[in-house]
């Protein structure tokens, strides 16, 4: 009991601090920064976002006008978010709309798929089990904070700061993800692992 115990201890004390007013503008910053960066690609490249949505299951026929569609439904969400705009109604639907993507990279794993998920307008990112562990950690940080009384947007020094300190966050965890795929080129940079030079 004491492994759960533990876990259940520091659950709390994550969600005391997402909840905490700072932790919590942070959060709104975070969300809506991933929001605009998925937006943004989205609407630059409608097409691969449609095509997407169809290996996705969302789309029978790939239409990139509803790939435009849903980056400016990101991009209005990510607003809304900063704005502090009816956030009794925008967290929910937040909170809503990043499970559905969950359910949709769950299942999509779970059948097998294979395919480029176009997240956040990287053409070349498969679909995994981290773009779920991903998606699903948004999801909760979108929960939490649709339990906690909204607080309005205030434009001051402090809510810069939670902005700097939101894309800070952001900007490692790419970074962090990036590791990997790094650690891999630099095992064969130019490409040689095939031939008799090596062998």
Same mark, same amino acid.
């Given at each position: ?10 659950l709390t004390q994550v969600f005391d601090l997402v909840?905490?007013? /700072? ?25 691969? /976002? ?19 569609? $849903?980056?400016?439904?990101? $991009? ?8 502090? *705009?009816?956030?009794? #109604? ?6 809503? $709309? ?34 779920? #562990?991903?998606? *699903? ?6 929960? /939490?904070? #649709? ?21 800070? $966050? #952001?900007g490692a965890v790419v970074l962090a993800s990036r ?15 095939? *031939?008799?030079?090596?062998?």
């Amino acid at each position: 009991m004491n492994g759960f115990g533990s876990a259940i201890a520091l659950l709390t004390q994550v969600f005391d601090l997402v909840t905490a007013p /700072a932790g919590y503008g942070i959060a709104i910053w975070v969300l809506a920064i991933v929001f605009v960066w998925s937006g943004l690609a989205k609407l630059r490249r409608p097409a691969l /976002a449609a095509m997407a949505m169809n290996d996705f299951g969302i789309l029978r026929r790939v239409r990139p006008r509803l790939g435009r569609a $849903l980056g400016a439904v990101e $991009l209005l969400l990510a607003l809304s978010l900063i704005t502090g *705009t009816l956030p009794v #109604v925008i967290m929910p639907v937040t909170a809503g $709309l990043l499970w559905f993507f969950v359910l949709l990279i769950a299942r999509s794993l779970w059948l097998g798929k294979d395919f480029s998920c176009f997240c956040f307008g990287d053409a070349g990112s498969r679909l995994s089990r981290l773009t779920l #562990v991903r998606t *699903t950690a948004l999801a909760l940080l979108a929960s /939490a904070l #649709v339990v906690v009384p909204p607080r309005p947007a205030n434009f001051d020094q402090i809510y810069l700061l939670q902005a700097i300190s939101a894309a800070a $966050l #952001v900007g490692a965890v790419v970074l962090a993800s990036r590791i990997p795929k790094l650690l891999r080129w630099n095992k064969d940079p130019y490409g040689l692992g095939n *031939t008799e030079v090596n062998r």
